[in-house]
T-cell receptor
């Protein structure tokens, strides 16, 4: 069983489109995260939710909107996609609120905006 | 000073050798540190936590030096399978998680 699963694995789309990436964890963790890894492999946190409550919201364009219907799911919706949004997006979960315990990552969604 | 900083490498090391790399951090109040490993085109996975007293797991040893504000990772008897990028993780000034940019390690046969 996959602990943290995100879909799709690959996403190629045109500029201006709106797309969503879904993430689900079956570990019973309270906290879920979205990270962006750019072409230089720098992994940067975007959002963090604890029990459906937004606790970290880094400087991210308003075009990015996370949604957590329950603590096992954290989806990421992106409006008006831009070329610079191309990256690998990782979902993660941990039991702790601020990563004081191990974080488990999904396999990543490779987004290419053309 | 960057919040969490690592030498990007690559470190090219012959199989069987010992290799060590450090990660410096700027938030002196940080309490939690980790080393993650990321294989090419894969997700990061926890390698080990870093405790104040240092910790060892097989061929891997992690240490924390609070006075100089760095953590280290030592790999003994390196294997080809150790080739990966090693990410240092700590907390920034706002107690938010931040990853270093990673150190690339290539073990040479």
């Amino acid at each position: 069983d996959t602990a943290v699963s995100q879909t799709p694995k690959y996403l190629v789309t045109q500029m201006g489109n709106d797309k969503s990436i879904k993430c689900e964890q079956n570990l019973g963790h309270d906290t879920m995260y979205w990270y962006k890894q750019d072409s230089k492999k720098f992994l940067k946190i975007m959002f963090s939710y604890n029990n459906k409550e937004l606790i970290i919201n880094e400087t991210v364009p308003n075009r990015f909107s996370p949604k957590s219907p329950d603590k096992a799911h954290l989806n990421l919706h992106i409006n008006s996609l831009e070329l610079g949004d191309s990256a690998v997006y990782f979902c993660a979960s941990s039991q702790g609120r601020y990563l004081e315990t191990e974080a488990f990552f999904g396999q990543g969604t490779r987004l290419t905006v053309v | 000073r960057k919040e969490v900083e690592q030498d990007p490498g690559p470190f090219n090391v012959p199989e069987g050798a010992t290799v060590a790399f450090n990660c410096t951090y700027s938030n002196s109040a940080s309490q939690s540190f980790f080393w993650y490993r990321q294989d090419c085109r894969k997700e990061p996975k926890l390698l080990m936590s870093v405790y104040s007293s240092g910790n060892e797991d097989g061929r891997f040893t992690a240490q924390l030096n609070r006075a100089s504000q760095y953590i280290s990772l030592l790999i003994r008897d390196s294997k080809l399978s150790d080739s990966a990028t090693y990410l240092c993780v700590g907390l920034n000034r706002d107690d938010k998680i931040i990853f270093g940019k990673g150190t690339r390690l290539h073990i040479l046969p």
